[in-house]
């Protein structure tokens, strides 16, 4: 599984600074839940949320941040 970050606005997923990509499997693995959170939370980004990709079923579950946090 992988842990990674969608903008909702673009639909693209994190890859790096200034960096995003339409393909998950280019996308950054914060691989822990806190590091994709606190990456949220330390630059502001109001409309991403974190995203749970899962290798074996190629399945994609979105969450936003504060279902996670509570």
């Known amino acids: 599984m ?23 499997a280019e996308a950054r693995d914060f691989k822990l839940i806190d590091r994709a959170l606190e990456f949220i939370r330390e630059f502001r980004l109001q409309e991403t949320r974190v995203v749970f990709s899962f290798r074996d079923h190629q399945e994609i579950v979105t969450v936003p941040p504060d279902r996670l946090s509570e």
């Not at 992988?2 to 998950?24: H, M, Q, R």
Request: avoid cysteine; proline fraction near 9%; hydrophobic fraction near 35%.
């Open 2 to 24: 992988k842990t990674i970050l969608k903008d909702l606005s673009t639909g693209l997923f994190f890859k790096g600074p200034d960096e995003w990509t339409v393909n998950p």
